[in-house]
């Protein structure tokens, strides 16, 4: 995935304070991704006054029901990552991966794509001319400091552990949730779960108490620690949960993130995750001189299909805190 914004703003993450439990609704953004075609996404994360929940630092909805329509696929040519995973999770739709490492594999509803960054990757997404529109999430995950120049893998996984409870299901795409261990390679301590609710379902889910947590409803009814959802905006858990309680009328679908509060400053832009500014200025100079030894080419692709590199701001920024709201629960 790529974020296609030409002129992107860089953010300064600073540590999460670990709030306890909170209630705290943000709004999906809309977003143009891959510029003149009009395409865009609903993106819930990073928020200004919440870049991370624990190592996750980026969420993207694309083909949600909710955003401008267009008839063109969010392809996207190919980009660099520097610092972070990227998570891909389709619900509908097929999505060619190629990258920097080799890889080139169609990815299928069901399935999970993991790319670790580290040091550096170059990827590309295409959807297949006979695919249906795509539906789905994309998300990252920031690196910790000491896997942030690791070689750059790929993973798929067709065969992802599921906790199930009565009128629920949980599939387990990264980390651990109930109990369950996906075999995605995880650097910090997290959780990532696609889960279902039947209609007319109450039902708890159990949680780490070290985790802050966050879900967002994909369709469907959701009251979720008693506040009511809608589709769309991302509900802010907070830390100290030992649980979550749920209840659906008429069925619900839902992603939960969740993790350690990240301990480390972050600098985000474009498509990069780094440490400091510097290292975002040498990684955008390595992608725009074509440096093969950090971006290697794509078999497939031409030099000429590269995303450009969007200029970078004028100053440097100073760390984004994060401001909590009065709401708790």
Same mark, same amino acid.
Request: net charge negative; charged share 20%; with cysteine.
């Given at each position: 995935?790529?974020?296609? /914004?030409?002129? #992107?703003?860089?953010?300064?993450?600073?540590? &999460?304070?670990?709030?306890?439990?909170?209630? $705290?609704? +943000? *709004? @999906?953004?809309?977003?143009?991704?891959?510029?003149v075609r009009g395409?865009?996404?609903?993106?819930?994360?990073?928020?200004?006054?919440?870049?991370?929940?624990?190592?996750?630092?980026?969420?993207?909805?694309?083909?949600?029901?909710?955003?401008?329509?267009?008839?063109?696929?969010?392809?996207?040519?190919?980009?660099?990552?520097?610092?972070?995973?990227?998570v891909t999770w389709?619900?509908?739709?097929?999505?060619?991966?190629?990258?920097?490492?080799?890889?080139?594999? /169609?990815?299928? #509803?069901?399935?999970?794509?993991?790319?670790? &960054?580290?040091?550096?990757?170059?990827?590309? $997404?295409? +959807? *297949? @001319?006979?695919?249906?529109?795509?539906?789905?999430?994309?998300?990252?995950?920031?690196?910790?400091?000491?896997?942030?120049?690791?070689?750059?893998?790929?993973?798929?996984?067709?065969?992802?552990?599921?906790?199930?409870?009565?009128?629920?299901?949980?599939?387990?795409?990264?980390?651990?949730?109930?109990?369950?261990?996906?075999?995605?390679?995880?650097?910090?301590?997290?959780?990532?779960?696609?889960?279902?609710?039947?209609?007319?379902?109450?039902?708890?889910?159990?949680?780490d108490t070290r985790?802050?947590?966050?879900?967002?409803?994909?369709?469907?009814?959701?009251?979720?620690?008693?506040?009511?959802? @809608?589709?769309?905006?991302?509900?802010?858990?907070?830390?100290?949960?030992?649980?979550?309680?749920?209840?659906?009328?008429?069925?619900?679908?839902?992603?939960?993130?969740?993790?350690?509060?990240?301990?480390?400053?972050?600098?985000?832009?474009?498509?990069?995750?780094?440490?400091?500014?510097?290292?975002?200025?040498?990684?955008?100079?390595?992608?725009?001189?074509?440096?093969?030894?950090?971006?290697?080419?794509?078999?497939?692709?031409?030099?000429?299909?590269?995303?450009?590199?969007?200029?970078?701001?004028?100053?440097?920024?100073?760390?984004?805190?994060?401001?909590?709201?009065?709401?708790?629960?």
């Amino acid at each position: 995935m790529s974020d296609t /914004e030409t002129r #992107p703003d860089e953010v300064v993450c600073e540590p &999460a304070p670990g709030p306890g439990p909170v209630i $705290e609704l +943000y *709004p @999906a953004r809309e977003v143009p991704l891959g510029g003149v075609r009009g395409v865009f996404v609903e993106r819930v994360l990073p928020q200004r006054d919440l870049p991370t929940v624990g190592a996750w630092c980026f969420f993207d909805h694309f083909g949600s029901p909710t955003v401008t329509r267009t008839d063109a696929p969010p392809d996207i040519d190919p980009h660099p990552h520097i610092g972070l995973q990227t998570v891909t999770w389709p619900f509908v739709g097929r999505i060619r991966h190629r990258d920097s490492v080799g890889s080139d594999v /169609e990815i299928h #509803p069901g399935q999970l794509n993991l790319m670790t &960054a580290g040091r550096g990757v170059a990827h590309s $997404e295409y +959807y *297949p @001319a006979d695919a249906p529109a795509g539906h789905g999430l994309q998300l990252w995950i920031a690196l910790p400091g000491d896997r942030a120049d690791i070689a750059p893998h790929f993973e798929q996984h067709r065969d992802l552990p599921v906790h199930t409870a009565p009128g629920l299901r949980a599939t387990v795409l990264i980390g651990s949730l109930a109990g369950y261990t996906s075999p995605a390679r995880a650097y910090t301590p997290l959780v990532g779960a696609d889960v279902v609710l039947d209609p007319d379902t109450s039902a708890t889910l159990p949680l780490d108490t070290r985790f802050e947590y966050a879900i967002m409803l994909i369709d469907g009814d959701l009251t979720a620690a008693g506040t009511a959802l @809608a589709p769309g905006p991302l509900l802010y858990l907070g830390t100290e949960r030992a649980e979550l309680r749920l209840e659906s009328t008429g069925g619900a679908h839902f992603l939960l993130i969740g993790g350690e509060p990240f301990g480390e400053e972050l600098v985000m832009w474009w498509n990069f995750v780094g440490r400091g500014h510097e290292e975002i200025v040498t990684a955008r100079a390595d992608w725009e001189n074509h440096d093969v030894t950090r971006f290697p080419d794509i078999a497939g692709h031409t030099p000429d299909q590269r995303i450009p590199v969007p200029p970078l701001p004028g100053l440097h920024l100073k760390p984004r805190k994060r401001r909590m709201g009065a709401a708790r629960s």
